[in-house]
């Protein structure tokens, strides 16, 4: 059974940092991209940033050179770095992965941005 938990997911002030984890089970981690989306109140889910089976990196411009994506395949567990937070940041992230023709989703993680 593939499941995904994500965590680290806090209240922040803008301009501050998190470190958001995903743990993986019950897939070959190390054989699949992954991906970091997000959803605000109100507004879609939408792509964040997004690693391949070699470690290339795919990033929305919003995030481009704040956020880093990264993956430790022996422990199956995928990362994002955030820094210099924004109050736009604010949303559920969620880690994702698709197998075949079907998309995994975690529960997500709420990062609020606010002062």
């Known amino acids: 059974q593939v499941q995904f938990v994500e965590s680290g997911g806090d209240l922040v002030q803008p301009g501050g940092s998190l470190r958001l984890s995903c743990s993986t089970s019950?897939?070959?981690?190390?054989?699949?991209?992954m991906d970091w989306y997000r959803q605000a109140p109100g507004k879609q889910r939408e792509l964040v940033a997004g690693i391949g089976i070699g470690g290339n990196t795919i990033y929305v411009d919003a995030v481009k050179d704040r956020f880093t994506i990264s993956r430790e395949n022996a422990k199956g567990m995928l990362y994002l770095q955030m820094n210099s937070l924004k109050p736009e940041d604010t949303a559920v992230y969620y880690c994702?992965?698709?197998?075949?023709?079907?998309?995994?989703w975690g529960r997500g993680t709420q990062v609020t941005v606010s002062s």
């Open positions: 019950g897939f070959t981690f190390s054989t699949n991209a």
């Open positions: 994702h992965t698709t197998l075949g023709f079907q998309e995994f």
